[in-house]
């Protein structure tokens, strides 16, 4: 049976959670969050450090948030009444279910994707997201002055920016904030009563994305070749690959280059109206009906959208296109991020 897998920040939502919460909890939390963001698309893009995975910004920002104050119930009390959405996702999510099966993945925390669920009356059993019970963690005072700290630290070093990166030769300054996070995140928290935090929170990106989508294959007893995926980022990459190397549909709806690359089919567009035509052409004609309507139709679909089957030669110029509506719907901040 045919199935639609969809990440949330970016084809649902426009929020990038893990980011607002630090702005709200953390002084100088956007920078604080953007320095660790490109930290963790280094060590995982670039660098490739072995057993490494995409999205761990999450685990290596909470240590930081329980500082700050934060809660399970202060972090999802946060997240309902801060729900974005991209325009239209609330009816193709609705009009699709009525179709087939669809499940989230996302790499966000369990507190945001249980607001999400509730307010959109989307069954809980269908999301994966990053386990999260951060009142599970004590944190002794002396911790608290030092965690408070190294935010500050972190927040001073030079940014970290990866399009400076030259066959992976790093400026000065990127060379010092690189040695500085390695030894905050490896060095110094590990040996913290709060390092249990690194150690037991595994965010759901990456290869664990991937494994999401083979665990709701399994529990529908379906196939790769029945799956589209819809995903932005770098988080997205592991299961794009999986599916459209297992004959299914993986399209990068306004994704960033890492999720462009990876996927077969790039969605540029201002709202969602193109994700439930694409599902139900899929579902109905399966998966070559749709290559041939985006090849030879696409500019009939919608004025406002482009779609395009991904190749070498479209690539730069469909990523710099996706990045310009990547920023338009979710904003410059988001937009930035890996």
């Known amino acids: 049976m045919k199935q639609v897998n969809l990440d949330c920040e970016g084809p649902i939502t426009k929020n990038d959670n893990a980011l607002e919460l630090c702005q709200y909890f953390i002084p100088q939390g956007e920078r604080f969050f953007s320095l660790i963001s490109n930290y963790d698309d280094f060590l995982a893009d670039i660098l490739k450090r072995k057993g490494y995975k995409a999205g761990n910004t999450l685990k290596l920002i909470l240590p930081f948030l329980k500082a700050y104050g934060a809660s399970d119930k202060k972090i999802k009390d946060y997240s309902a009444s801060h729900l974005l959405f991209v325009p239209k996702a609330k009816k193709m999510l609705s009009y699709i279910r009525k179709a087939m099966p669809v499940f989230i993945i996302s790499t966000s925390y369990q507190p945001y994707i249980e607001a999400l669920c509730e307010f959109l009356n989307f069954p809980k059993e269908n999301s994966y997201f990053t386990s999260l019970n951060l009142d599970n963690y004590d944190i002794p005072q002396e911790e608290i002055k030092t965690l408070k700290e190294m935010a500050q630290e972190i ?25 500085k996070l390695d030894e905050i995140f490896e060095d110094k928290i590990p040996f913290m009563k709060c390092g249990k935090i690194l150690k037991e929170i595994d965010p759901v990106g990456g290869k664990k994305k991937a494994e999401a989508v083979l665990d709701s294959l399994k529990r529908k007893k379906g196939k790769l070749s029945d799956v589209m995926y819809v995903g932005d980022s770098i988080t997205d990459v592991e299961a794009l690959k999986l599916v459209k190397d297992g004959g299914g549909i993986a399209i990068s709806f306004n994704g960033n280059f890492y999720a462009l690359k990876a996927a077969q089919i790039a969605c540029i567009s201002p709202d969602t109206s193109p994700l439930p035509v694409l599902a139900e052409l899929f579902y109905k004609k399966g998966k070559k009906t749709v290559l041939e309507m985006i090849t030879e139709e696409a500019n009939k679909l919608n004025a406002s959208s482009t779609l395009a089957i991904i190749s070498k030669d479209n690539l730069k110029p469909l990523a710099k296109e996706s990045e310009i509506m990547r920023k338009k719907v979710r904003g410059e901040k988001i937009g930035r991020l890996g």
């Open 155 to 179: 927040i001073n070093l030079p940014n970290i920016n990866l399009s400076q990166v030259k066959e992976n030769s790093l400026p000065q300054k990127m060379k010092k904030s690189i040695k």
